[in-house]
């Protein structure tokens, strides 16, 4: 025996010149062989291990941030196709799932006000129509039952007329701010004076202000002002403008209209009262439609808090601003812009 332990020999002839010169053999023993073998063995294992641990890592990584969220996510998702508007994603994280939860919930809160303003415009709605029926309901009844003499029935008969006027204005008011929705405001702009658009207001509203007693003030930027706009529409626009200013205006009040450059092509109007003023939690609200403020809804018998929609709508369809600056018991100042003509 030539080893004393177990070896691995390989042997190669040494040749040239078809002769064989010698061999060389080389003997590596088997235990040595093993223990390499053992060693790469560790390594892989070790390589496993770590690709193991790492998957496990990531694996807990894509719970916590994507598949737990998500999870959060849907849940929100049910309860708002429930009807639970008022639910909250609570996914406070700064990635793409703190994103998607916050535009959720931005759009839980945008359906929930849509939801309001629907109960609001019912509500309202409602309310201006109940009260000139309630009104008709009652001074006929008290003429049927003799309770009103035939000498006053007259008198009443008008207050039921006008009343029925109230409601046939309140009904073509809706059918207008409907057809507005449906169909898109189409504009026919043309060169017109703006001044002579202001005189022809204040010569309409001329018997209401006689009647109250009250004086108009106008100051025009220039002889003639050019404006480039929809002549039929800004004069709806300063009607309703100067029609809420006598209407909100006292006794023997003065109302200012005033016309000033503004910027290089712009003009800008304003009608300014000196009347009740609008609160500023109220002024948040006056544009939008059938809105009127409380302490007005059961005096002004002629609105239905649609002319400042309006107002809006169009200015807004010119691509122009209108604005409101008021105090409460001071008075109010409408104010919109309007391009000049080239
Ligand atoms: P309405 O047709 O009922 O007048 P508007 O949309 O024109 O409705 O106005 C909405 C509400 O804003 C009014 O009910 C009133 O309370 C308030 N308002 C509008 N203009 C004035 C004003 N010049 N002064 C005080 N309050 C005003």
């Keep these: ?51 193991f641990g790492l998957s496990l890592i990531i694996l807990v990584v894509f719970t916590i941030t994507v ?20 639910y909250r994603i609570k996914v406070k994280t700064h990635d793409e799932m ?13 359906l929930n ?15 201006d129509f109940r009260s000139p029926l309630t009104s008709i309901k009652g001074y006929l009844e008290a003429i049927l039952d003799g309770t009103i003499p035939p000498e006053k029935q007259e008198r009443y008969l008008r207050i039921v007329l006008e009343e029925s006027q109230r409601l ?19 504009l026919e702009e043309t060169d017109f004076d703006l001044n002579e658009i202001i005189r022809e207001n204040c010569a309409v509203l001329e018997p209401q202000m006689e009647e109250k007693g009250m004086r108009i003030e106008v ?55 000196h009347g009740s003023g609008i609160s500023e939690e109220d ?6 439609r059938f809105y009127k403020v409380d302490s007005t809804r059961n005096k002004d018998k002629t609105g239905a808090g649609l002319g400042l929609s309006i107002v809006r709508e169009f200015i807004q369809a010119h691509g122009e601003t209108v ?14 812009t309007l391009k000049l003509a080239k």
């Design 168 to 186: 046939s204005r309140l009904a073509e008011g809706i059918v207008d701010m409907s057809r507005a929705q449906d169909s898109k405001i189409v």
């Design 67 to 86: 598949y737990l969220p998500l999870r959060k996510i849907a849940a929100g998702a049910n309860e708002y196709a429930a009807g639970n508007l008022n």
């Design 283 to 288: 002024q948040k609200y006056i544009f939008d």
């Design 219 to 273: 100051s025009f930027a220039a002889k003639e002002t050019m404006v480039h706009a929809d002549q039929d529409k800004i004069s709806r626009v300063l009607h309703n403008l100067m029609n809420n200013a006598v209407k909100f205006s006292k006794e023997g009040g003065v109302i200012e209209v005033e016309t000033t450059f503004s910027g290089k092509n712009k003009i800008l109007v304003s009608v300014k009262d």
């Design 98 to 110: 703190g994103y998607l939860s916050n535009t959720l919930n931005y759009m839980s809160d945008e």
């Design 1 to 51: 025996k030539l080893f004393d332990q177990n070896v691995l020999s390989v042997s190669a002839p040494v040749t040239g010149n078809y002769t064989t010169y010698g061999y060389v053999l080389i003997h590596l023993p088997i235990s040595e062989i093993a223990n390499s073998q053992s060693h790469i063995l560790d390594i892989l294992y070790m390589t496993c291990a770590i690709i």
């Design 113 to 127: 006000k849509m939801e309001e303003y629907q109960r609001n415009f019912i509500a309202n709605v409602s309310h």
């Design 323 to 336: 604005a409101v600056k008021s105090k409460l018991g001071e008075g109010s100042t409408f104010l919109f």
